[in-house]
């Protein structure tokens, strides 16, 4: 049987489609019996559900390229003088 570290590493290749039929047989098999693991899978589905839910950013331009190098650049010389 799979250990509780092995279907964690697993996780994501499991909701994923990514394993072989065996390999996902025994993870649900682990899942069945094991609470803990079978809540940490039911997070990490959730956390890519939602994330998958999220428009991807739209693209910066020149304006906003710049206003980020001011700023950066503006914490760089802080952190040099010692603030």
């Not at 025994?26 to 899978?41: E, N, P, S």
Request: aromatic residues 4%.
């Amino acid at each position: 049987m799979l250990s509780c570290k092995e279907v964690a590493a697993r996780a994501s290749a499991l909701i994923d489609g990514e394993l072989s039929t065996w390999e996902a047989l025994q993870i649900r098999l682990h899942l069945a019996m094991c609470k803990g693991c079978d809540r940490f899978v039911g997070q990490v589905r959730m956390t890519r559900d939602l994330t998958q839910t999220i428009p991807a950013p739209e693209p910066l331009d020149e304006a906003d390229n710049g206003r980020i190098s001011a700023i950066l650049s503006q914490l760089y010389e802080g952190k040099q003088q010692g603030g």
